[in-house]
């Protein structure tokens, strides 16, 4: 049998009896409370693991989805559809205002041609949203002419949906693009037919006195996939010119877009953003 030199067997016992030892009531205290004697931060009014700083609201998670069922939403989720019905939907054509009039079948909106766009009736300026959608699968026409639907941020600035697996079209105009001005990092598409997925964090531009002072920022991630990262929008979407800016109000509608092909969507759910250490 082995034993230990006597130094290095005196040096264990030390170190158990050191653990077996409880820890100072204040040392234990300020790893459940925080501290009170710790550096401040730079640029923060909080100290490092400050004691006094709010803690976070508690939540609960959603799921993930499935091809066949939609995931739950987080807790605090505004949940813009869940499969039933276009309450808190409203549409808009270029006449104006009219009623909703796209499809709700299992579980999901399809875009009906002539019905306009889909309005949602709630306001979002800085926000989390998360939406699915599907190209259909009927092959129909060419480059922008195949499974085109979107996503405009207050009703202005588009993520593209469009069935991009295997169709060509511009760039700048192919599904997760921020249309008209960046495309996506990659093609991430599925094949129509198939859910996939928008997972945005949109900041909203700031107007003072009619001027832009802040622009805009998408960041996007498509089926899970990094598309845009911070990424400064040049202005609102426009078709084969600069889109710019005009001055609107912090929060507008989330719009869908009804481009005259059947895209579905469902599980659309967004977050109003708030900053560190806000209720
Ligand atoms: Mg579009």
Known sequence: MHFPAQGTLLALV???????????????????YGYT?????PNQRW??????????????PG??????????????AI????????????????QGPREPGWKVENGYLEVVPGTGHLVSQEKFGDCQLHVEWAAPTELRGAGQMRGNS?????????????????????????????????????????????????????EAPRFADSQLVKPAYFTVFHNGVLMHHRQEVVGRMAHAQVGTYAPHGPEE???????????????????????????
């Not at 030390?14 to 459940?32: G, H, N």
């Not at 989330?254 to 969507?265: C, F, I, K």
Request: glycine share 6%; aromatic share 8%.
């Open 37 to 41: 004697d710790t550096p401040v931060l």
């Open 253 to 279: 509608p989330l719009m869908l877009q009804n481009h005259g092909d059947r895209v579905r969507y469902r599980n659309i759910w967004v977050r109003k953003l708030t900053g560190y250490d806000q209720p």
């Open 14 to 32: 030390v170190a158990a009896a050191a653990l077996a030892q409880p820890r100072p009531a204040e040392q234990k205290d300020r790893s459940v």
């Open 150 to 202: 979107g996503v405009l941020l207050m009703s202005r600035y588009e993520i593209q949906a469009l069935d991009s697996h295997g169709n060509q079209t511009y760039a700048d105009g192919q599904a997760a693009s921020i249309y008209g001005q960046f495309p996506p990092l990659v093609n991430a598409s599925r094949p129509p037919g198939q859910w996939q997925s928008f997972d945005i964090v949109f």
């Open 63 to 76: 799921t993930q989805s499935t091809p066949e069922r939609p995931g739950r939403p987080p807790s605090d």
């Open 47 to 60: 100290r490092v693991h400050d004691a006094a700083r709010p803690h976070p609201r508690v939540i609960v």
């Open 79 to 94: 949940v813009l559809f869940h499969g039933q019905d276009l309450s808190g939907w409203t549409a808009r054509d270029k």
